[in-house]
């Protein structure tokens, strides 16, 4: 099946600093790619929807100037958590769909990233 | 909104035994639900899923049915593995059979012990 790659598997930063987190499609091309995160004892959340060459569109709640995603290419999405804090904490974990998102493509999951900021 | 209901765990089970893990959703429309399973160290992998009403979704020996009367997905194994511990995600999509955009239950990690 098809793979995705996410990196780092975890990461501990300071608080204050920025962490990017990678992922990549490793055998097909993604036009969109999807970012979720999980608190604990909590489900799973979509942050946002990366469209590759165009804005990312973030769900309701979400901040985009903290939570900055760039999808520059059809096999990379990056997330990048700007000045984090310990309420930043989450397990992240990203999606990419193969070609052209339409009613019964599948989504591939990366293995996510545990961030913990001290 | 929609939501995804699912039983906490971690479920302890010994090897052979039978399996439930319960998932229930409230949503408005037709969702499609899924099960989806994460072994340690790799990424979610889609394990079944049923798109409409009465639909059973099967694969590995898993089963699970979409239950429109109670709003359910459980999910069931006659008889579990040691292979089969992992941490298992219920999820529903107002997208039709795609899982773009999913609505996840909290997860269960599901042990299995010889």
């Known amino acids: 099946g098809a793979v995705v790659s996410q990196h780092p598997s975890w990461v501990i930063c300071k608080s204050g600093t920025s962490v990017k987190i990678e992922c990549r499609s490793l055998d097909f091309q993604a036009t969109t790619m999807f970012w979720y995160r999980q608190f604990p004892k909590q489900s799973l959340m979509l942050m946002a929807t990366s469209n590759e060459g165009s804005k990312a569109t973030y769900e309701q709640g979400v901040e985009k100037d903290k939570f900055l995603i760039n999808h520059a290419s059809l096999t990379l999405s990056t997330l990048t958590v700007t000045s984090a804090h310990p309420e930043d904490s989450s397990f992240y974990i990203c999606?990419?769909?193969?070609?052209?998102?339409?009613?019964?493509?599948?989504?591939?999951f990366g293995q996510g990233t545990r961030l913990t900021v001290v | 909104g929609n939501s995804v209901t699912q039983m906490e765990g971690p479920v302890t089970l010994s090897e052979e035994a039978f399996l439930t893990i319960n998932c229930t959703y409230t949503a408005t429309g037709y969702p499609s639900l899924f099960w989806y399973v994460q072994y340690p160290g790799e990424g979610l992998q889609l394990l079944l899923k049923?798109?409409?009403?009465?639909d059973k979704g099967s694969n590995k020996g898993f089963e699970a049915t979409y239950r429109k009367e109670t709003t359910s997905f459980h999910l069931e194994k006659g008889s579990v593995q040691v292979s089969d511990s992992a941490v298992y995600f219920c999820?529903?999509?107002?997208?039709?059979?795609?899982?773009?955009?999913?609505?996840f239950g909290t997860g269960t990690l599901l042990a299995v012990q010889p």
């Open positions: 999606s990419a769909v193969p070609g052209a998102p339409g009613v019964n493509t599948e989504a591939f």
């Open positions: 049923a798109t409409k009403a009465d």
């Open positions: 999820a529903l999509s107002d997208y039709g059979g795609a899982t773009n955009k999913l609505i």
